[in-house]
């Protein structure tokens, strides 16, 4: 009976065309092979799983192919079967990490003038090559410059700043970037059709979230997950099976934490805790929400495009909204420091408790950063209009004895000048918070200067009032009245408040500074005297 394999290996590409995410290189390396223009000193470089390795035998098979097809190696002919057997004494992979040493490289360097016994060229991939020594590196610079015809060296590595710039400038080098997680999930699909897995969709996007960019750690998720579970696999199980808390708990502990409801998100860490959940992982999903959300903070839109899909976008755009981004910055700090001190913590519960008090009470904690986040989140709910002082929440409510009929009539005012309106308060045309809303919505679609009008500030030049299905900018100078008034300006401000009232408003701009008319019985009261004057007497 045939050994199980790793799924990791089973299904490693064998084709430049089989290789996920990474069309940049491939395309460059079929190009070369089929003009023939190879280098002799390649350097792939990249984070981990994101097929180094994988183009490096491939590159060697092409080379080497009795029959290549469009820059693919065929994979049946002899030196393609004996390379991939690991039979082939000209295709030799060095692991750098366990072969550093300078005789290493001398006995390489030996070994390298030989002509190849097999096929046509003897190539020679180097893994992991930033462990080489200084020595080692000096050792290795002359051959790699001036190589026999029938020599090709690959060098791979993921920490490329340990690389000698000497080594870099006699390599072409190729940047192996991460795979997306579409591109992840997609193969993923691909190799649970071939292996008879029921992968769910969100289990696939799941595995790709944490596979951080890496095919091979994505793979290797699949296998230890499909392996422990029966049945489909769904997200819950990928949860279960890793010993993570999972979307909806990271963004439901969230929003425990953005309402300071601290008795909740304790409950809710204790039954996690108590189902087996790693409580790295657990902060580690926290941090990436709080990333997600600064983000979209910071890029409404665009920012959608940016989220590592801790919690879906719905979820993650209703938290950002409670979240100032000063909370969020000492958050991201709180749970870094936090996680970075559980290697020598002596109870990484206890810690992890304390972090998510701070969390919830920033008024626990009096440093900088978190009073910096209890003024951004009291500014917030000011610009917002949810911070009403007490004393203009709400009108005292009358007695339960004092009936309407029985209210004295209100006194006779026609004739008094109206009173200077109060656009601060609420009316029953305009809600409450509604200049605050109006403001950072016309806001958003105007530039410096103009959007510079538009604070909600009690010292603002302008102020808003709602008159019926009318809305009239109150400007307290000139000059801010010529800018405002045009038409494309008015338009704007009737359009969004129109979306805000839910009603459609005209708007119109008025300036306070100049004298307002004269009463009408006045007037009539003041022509007349003139008209009479003869027979008005002054009492002298």
């Not at 199980?4 to 299904?11: E, F, N, V």
């Not at 290549?68 to 039979?87: K, V, Y």
């Not at 020679?124 to 930033?130: F, L």
């Amino acid at each position: 009976m045939a050994s199980y394999q790793a799924l990791y290996r089973k299904y490693r590409p064998q084709t430049f065309d089989d290789v996920v995410g990474q069309m940049a290189v491939t395309q460059t390396l079929k190009t070369q092979l089929v003009k023939d223009q190879l280098s002799h000193a390649y350097l792939f470089t990249g984070s981990r799983g994101t097929g180094k390795t994988s183009c490096a035998k491939i590159l060697a098979k092409a080379v080497n192919c009795l029959d290549p097809q469009d820059g693919n190696p065929c994979n049946r002919c002899e030196a393609c079967r004996a390379i991939d057997s690991g039979a082939c004494m000209d295709v030799l992979e060095i692991d750098a990490a366990s072969n550093n040493g300078v005789d290493n490289v001398r006995d390489l360097r030996d070994d390298a003038i030989y002509s190849p016994s097999q096929v046509k060229k003897r190539v020679y991939i180097i893994d992991e090559v930033h462990m080489l020594s200084i020595s080692a590196f000096n050792a290795l610079l002359k051959i790699i410059e001036e190589p026999p015809e029938h020599l090709l060296f690959i060098l791979a590595t993921t920490e490329l700043h340990k690389v000698p710039a000497t080594i870099l400038s006699r390599c072409q080098r190729f940047s192996f970037r991460r795979i997306s997680q579409e591109d992840i999930a997609a193969r993923l699909q691909y190799v649970a059709y071939q292996e008879n897995i029921d992968l769910d969709v969100s289990a696939a996007r799941v595995l790709s979230r944490m596979a951080d960019g890496g095919m091979r750690d994505a793979m290797s998720l699949l296998d230890q997950c499909a392996s422990a579970t029966t049945g489909e696999l769904t997200a819950e199980k990928v949860y279960g099976c890793l010993g993570i808390a999972g979307e909806q708990k990271a963004g439901e502990l969230m929003g425990y934490i953005a309402r300071h409801e601290t008795k909740n998100a304790l409950a809710l860490f204790n039954r996690l805790y108590a189902d087996g959940k790693d409580l790295g992982a657990l902060l580690d999903e926290l941090a990436c929400l709080a990333r997600d959300l600064l983000i979209l903070k910071t890029a409404p839109n665009a920012g959608l495009a940016m989220l590592s899909g801790v919690a879906d976008d719905k979820e993650a755009s209703a938290l950002s909204r409670e979240i100032s981004d000063g909370e969020l910055v000492r958050m991201m700090n709180l749970l870094q420091q936090t996680m970075a001190g559980f290697t020598r913590s002596a109870s990484r519960r206890l810690d992890a408790e304390l972090c998510l008090l701070n969390l919830c009470q920033p008024e626990l904690s009096l440093d900088a950063k978190a009073l910096n986040a209890r003024l951004t989140r009291l500014e917030e709910q000011v610009r917002s209009g949810e911070y009403v002082l007490a004393s203009k929440a709400a009108p005292d409510p009358k007695p339960a004895d004092v009936v309407d009929d029985e209210l004295p009539p209100p006194p006779d005012d026609s004739d008094a000048p109206p009173a200077e309106e109060n656009t601060e308060q609420p009316t029953e045309d305009m809600p409450m918070g509604f200049w605050t809303d109006l403001a950072a919505a016309v806001r958003q679609e105007l530039r410096p200067p103009m959007s510079g009008f538009f604070a909600a500030t009690p010292n603002a030049p302008v102020k808003v009032a709602v008159q019926g299905d009318g809305v009239i900018l109150q400007c307290t100078d000139g000059f801010t009245a010529g800018m405002l008034d045009r038409p494309d300006i008015i338009a704007l401000v009737a359009r969004k408040a129109g979306a805000i009232l839910g009603r459609p408003v005209s708007a119109k701009v008025v300036d306070t500074t100049k004298a307002p008319q004269q009463n009408e019985k006045m007037d009539r009261l003041l022509s007349f005297g003139r008209a009479h004057s003869d027979v008005i007497k002054i009492k002298e």
